[in-house]
């Protein structure tokens, strides 16, 4: 897992709703995003660039991630749907759930396929993967951002 203290984002609380005004937050370069948890609904905004790097930098959508915001809350979320334009694979909108230290959270993880297949390498064979992640659950602290298989 990579540590959280890299994974911290900016967000600002927004006040206004609804596709208008999620189109005009996208025009400036920030994306728009709900934050929500057990009794907890809060839509926040952040930088698109920030979150960009970010990702290329983690380990993908699987890390947890710490969300600042300007009125000096701290909160610890992981991405539970991000949504992207059909055809420009822009990000159009991100849900992030809330998470509790030290209680379990049920999440998907990606697979790394690492090695080469026996038959693909010695008679040409074609590797077909069937899945691209597995469903784990852990605690916060021990979440991985992806499982090797071989």
């Known amino acids: ?63 947890l991630f710490r969300l600042k915001s300007g009125d000096g809350e701290d909160e610890l979320a992981l991405i539970k749907e991000m949504q992207r334009h059909p055809l420009t694979d822009a990000i159009l909108h991100i849900d992030f759930v809330q998470v509790t230290r030290g209680q379990e959270l049920q999440t998907k993880v990606p697979l790394e396929i690492v090695g080469e297949a026996v038959g693909v390498k010695m008679t040409g064979g074609i590797l077909e993967v069937n899945t691209n992640e597995v469903e784990v659950r852990c605690r916060p602290s021990a979440l991985p951002a992806s499982i090797e298989i071989d």
């Not at 911290?8 to 609380?13: D, M």
Request: include cysteine; hydrophobic fraction near 30%; aromatic fraction near 8%.
């Open 1 to 63: 897992m990579s540590e959280l203290n890299d994974l911290t984002l900016n967000v600002a609380l927004r006040s206004d709703s609804g596709r208008y005004a999620c189109k005009k937050l996208r025009a400036t370069g920030r994306i728009p995003i709900i934050y929500y948890g057990k009794d907890l609904n809060k839509p926040y905004s952040l930088e698109e660039r920030e979150f960009r790097q970010l990702m290329r930098n983690s380990g993908g959508t699987a890390s």
